[in-house]
């Protein structure tokens, strides 16, 4: 069983930058795979970036936050981040950690999710 929480989400400016923190608890292998997700008022979760927990760091971002955000994991803290740089209103949205014990580029399979974490961008 992992347990998954999320903090440092708030109310930002457009173009500020937030960094989200996951701390996991639990057994997590190298096969894992970590994900950040966000859902916004009225439509679907999506998929915002995830990393595989293996070593060599493998990762995969939506085309809406290419450029702008990067996961990156500490092993030793069990902890995943998701840097946000260049906000803007439309990355408003709960974001949710998420983690699954396999590899895969495809946003299904997800698991285990945190409670979520508000990110608000003002304009």
Known sequence: QVQLVESGGGLVQDGDSLRLSC???????SP???????QAPGKERELVAQIRWSDISVTFYADSVKGRFTISK???K????????SLNPEDTAVYYCA???FWRITSGG?????????VTVSS
């Open 99 to 101: 983690a699954r014990p």
């Open 23 to 29: 701390a996991a608890s639990g057994r997590i292998d």
């Open 110 to 118: 997800y698991a285990y999710w945190g409670q979520g974490t508000q």
């Open 78 to 85: 069990n902890t995943v981040y998701l840097q946000m740089n």
């Open 74 to 76: 500490d092993k030793s």
């Open 32 to 38: 894992y795979s970590m994900g950040w997700f966000r």
